[in-house]
């Protein structure tokens, strides 16, 4: 600790000024895929561990669908304290032209508790988020040959650009989306950088049957809109839902073998406000648990499992520490004073 803090102190003047980082500069500190899933892992299992700080998200809703949420955490072993203010709409890209979800990081020195980041968290959530999806996939489902994601988009996009990056043996993914154009830009964004065969999708049918290891990304809504059927799942898939309960039919959670959480506090938080009409499914364990080797995984190749991944800002806080860390290293980003 006492030498990352004097790096720190070296670089920047604690307590008088703060680093900026727009989404470009948060880009350019040349994070990898490798370096993303590190991190993730780290955060996860320091979760799993109960080594952390991290009430549940406390949010403000403008709107019955728009929300913003505030995202503390603290993880003492990536030297990590910091909040992420995030807001989406899941009307933005058609309403405004802007994303679904943006906001910022915020970093705090952790002797001092001085600001010492402000940071555009785009980035960080698109890579983040498919990073906890592809390590609890593989946690689960390491020998999977087949991946399906359910929506196109930023967070679509970064699943499948991360899954064999976790899924070693992944030979196919079938990826659908209700716009077509989204499918089409994927595909000539991402089969460029990886190996397995992205094929478009038919419906929501067809890849829910065809896939071993299921993800969806499309919106949060409070009204289940149940576009997987329960009846198309069977034993010995996963599947790892980054929307909450929007995506599938709320039956397949009741129907499965384990129903596992990235966070049960968070998870309970948003079934107290109206997310889960049906009521919340048993949870077996947390992610973060079975990542650490605490909790069981998978017991059986028929087991159906669901992994619920809402998102936790303790992954967000040690993946932006160490955006800080290169950057300034890198000479990167826009000085402020407090
Ligand atoms: N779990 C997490 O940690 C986490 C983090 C960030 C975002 N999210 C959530 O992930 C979701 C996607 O975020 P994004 O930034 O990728 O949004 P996006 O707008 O970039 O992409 C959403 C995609 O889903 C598609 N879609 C919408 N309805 C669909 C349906 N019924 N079937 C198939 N595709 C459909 C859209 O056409 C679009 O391509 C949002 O609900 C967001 O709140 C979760």
Redesign the pocket.
Same mark, same amino acid.
């Given at each position: 600790m006492e030498q990352d803090r004097e790096q720190l102190a070296s670089r920047l003047d604690i307590g008088k000024e703060l680093l900026y980082l727009t989404q470009q500069d948060v880009i350019s500190a040349g994070l990898t895929e490798a370096d993303i899933l590190r991190l993730t892992r780290d955060a996860l299992i320091a979760h799993g561990r109960k080594a952390y700080d991290m009430p549940a998200k406390i949010g403000v809703f403008p709107s019955e669908e728009v929300f913003c949420h505030a995202m503390p955490a603290y993880v003492a072993s990536s030297l990590a304290l910091g909040l992420k203010w995030?807001g989406?709409n899941?009307d933005?890209?058609t309403k405004y032209g802007r994303?679904? =979800?943006t906001g910022l990081m915020l970093l705090n020195d952790i002797l001092s508790a001085c600001p010492i980041a402000i940071m555009d968290c785009a980035w960080i959530?698109?890579t983040?988020?498919p990073a906890?999806?592809v390590l609890a996939a593989a946690a689960l489902h390491p020998d999977a040959e087949t991946f399906g994601m359910?929506?196109?988009?930023?967070?679509?996009?970064?699943h499948v650009n991360f899954a064999e990056h976790a899924l070693k043996k992944l030979k196919t993914i079938h990826v659908?989306?209700?716009?077509e154009e989204?499918?089409d830009r994927?595909i000539a964004e991402v089969q460029p950088k990886i190996k397995a065969k992205i094929v478009k999708g038919r419906s929501?049918e067809q890849v829910t049957k065809e896939c071993q290891v299921l993800s969806?990304?499309?919106?949060?809504?409070k009204r289940p809109?149940s576009?997987v059927k329960s009846e198309w799942v069977g034993k010995g898939q996963t599947i790892l839902?980054?929307?909450?309960n =929007?995506?599938w039919d709320p039956a397949i959670p009741r129907q499965a073998d384990k129903y596992i959480v990235?966070s049960i506090e968070e998870h309970e938080l948003f079934d107290r406000v109206g997310y889960f009409p049906g009521g919340l499914p048993r949870i077996a364990c947390e992610t973060g648990q079975v990542l650490a080797g605490l909790e069981p995984g998978r017991e059986s190749p028929e087991q159906l499992i669901v992994c619920?991944?809402?998102?936790?800002s303790v992954v967000d806080v040690v993946v932006a520490r160490e955006i800080l860390n290169r950057a300034l290293v890198r000479n990167i980003g826009s000085k402020l004073r407090l």
């Open positions: 995030i989406c899941p933005n890209p994303p679904q =979800t959530t698109a983040r988020t906890v999806t359910f929506g196109c988009g930023v967070q679509g996009t970064g659908f989306d209700v716009k989204n499918m994927l929501f969806s990304a499309t919106l949060i809504v809109h576009f839902p980054c929307d909450l =929007t995506f990235d619920s991944n809402i998102g936790m």
